[in-house]
């Protein structure tokens, strides 16, 4: 998280620890009210998560690599799932280079979702998850021993 963290503040041209932080099991490197992109393993967020439940605090969640199954990843998107019923605002960003794309939009897709504060959203409307694809290209890995 830190590496990745790093990289993100130094493209952007902010000190890490301020616009962009991270936070991992013993460390908070972020800065309340300042921070605008925080990277968090899946614990963390978990436990993020259990003292706000709705993640007040955020507009978007993104859960990258979500094909390697943890269980703290199972439990995230579950929850996340959860939220999505009382929060229309917050959107999710579910990426991976193997994820089965349909399935997971399948089970985010919901039809009785609350729309606070939008009289003008027809009640009835179904939230369709969109489905992105970037493709990309392989590469050849050549393998070379050294002898000695």
């Known amino acids: ?5 790093s990289k993100v503040a130094e ?7 301020e616009q962009v932080g991270y936070t991992i099991s013993f460390e908070d490197a972020t800065n309340p009210g300042t921070t605008m992109i925080k990277f968090l393993t899946d614990g ?4 993020e998560m259990m003292d706000d439940p709705l ?8 859960v990258d690599e979500a094909r390697e199954r943890s269980i703290s990843t199972d439990i995230v998107l ?4 959860k939220i999505q019923r ?3 605002d917050l959107r999710f960003i579910i990426s991976s280079a193997t994820i089965e794309a349909k399935s997971m939009s399948d089970f985010f897709q919901s039809s009785n979702r609350r729309y606070r504060g939008s009289e003008s959203v027809d009640p009835g409307l179904k939230m369709e998850p969109a489905i992105l694809s970037v493709e ?8 070379h021993y050294q002898t000695m």
């Open 86 to 88: 009382r929060r229309s």
């Open 44 to 47: 963390a967020l978990l436990r």
């Open 55 to 62: 993640m007040t605090k955020y507009s978007v969640v993104m």
């Open 78 to 81: 579950g929850l996340l799932k």
């Open 136 to 143: 990309g290209r392989g590469f050849n890995v050549q393998i």
């Open 11 to 17: 493209e952007m041209g902010v000190k890490l620890g």
């Open 1 to 5: 998280m830190q590496a990745v963290a």
